[in-house]
């Protein structure tokens, strides 16, 4: 969309409306943008590539600021989504696709990693404590043992996801981590499920990523 300098924008921290930080938020020409992604100096050719991906190939409307000791991607939105009085037709609206199946896959390799390395009884407590974290927080679509079953188990980028907001993923993210490291006594587990994301497409992995990067918990997934 556009490459834009640091003097032609102006960056507020404002206050998220389920979140207990603020967040910044880039104003360019009365248009609201939040931040995707961050890119040292050095990695200019890396943020122009995930740039250029979004605008041209996924039709998002982002924009690139040049900063001297970064470069940084930022994705158009209304702010009325991130402070709050949404609309009706705003109002828990699903998170991207992409984000729910790079979450799926990352819980489907936490529960084969478990039983792998740990065996069957290890994976069944696991699959016992996760449906609870699903009732407990009111995901919606799971509602049964049978229905975390095909969660478990099912391709998520060949059947169609469940309908979750981006705080169900976070609250997932978070417990997954926690049900890791129960298991395996230590936070080591986290690279090798990262893999997992290798199975989307280059851009929704990126993508996914770059919001995992930016979100509350990328220290636990870093």
């Known amino acids: 969309m556009f490459i834009l300098k640091r003097q032609d924008v102006d960056i507020k921290n404002v206050q998220h409306l389920s979140k207990d930080q603020p967040i910044p938020i880039l104003y360019y020409q009365e248009q609201t943008f939040r931040l995707l992604s961050v890119f040292a100096a050095a990695q200019e050719e890396e943020a122009m590539a995930l740039w250029r991906d979004l605008t041209d190939n996924r039709g998002k409307a982002c924009v690139l600021l040049e900063e001297p000791e970064r470069f940084s991607i ?40 478990i039983e792998d390395l740990l065996g069957n009884k290890q994976a069944d407590l696991f699959s016992k404590d996760i449906t609870g974290v699903f009732s407990q927080w009111r995901f919606p679509q799971v509602t049964s043992a049978k229905a975390v079953n095909t969660l478990l188990t099912m391709d998520p980028l060949a059947t169609q996801v469940p309908p979750w907001e981006e705080h169900h993923l976070l609250r997932l993210l978070e417990e997954m981590h926690r049900l890791g490291k129960d298991s395996f006594g230590n936070a080591n587990f986290t690279e090798r499920l990262l893999d997992a994301l290798e199975d989307l497409p280059t851009g929704d992995r990126k993508q996914f990523l770059a919001w995992l990067q930016n979100s509350p918990h990328s220290k636990l997934w870093s």
Not at 75 to 98: M, T, W, Y
Not at 101 to 113: K, T, V
Request: proline share 2%; aromatic share 4%; charged share 20%.
């Open 74 to 113: 930022w994705g158009k939105i209304r702010l009325d989504e991130v402070v709050g009085q949404e609309s009706d037709a705003n109002a828990n609206r699903p998170a991207e696709q992409s984000l729910i199946q790079g979450c799926l896959l990352i819980l489907q390799a936490l529960f084969l990693d």
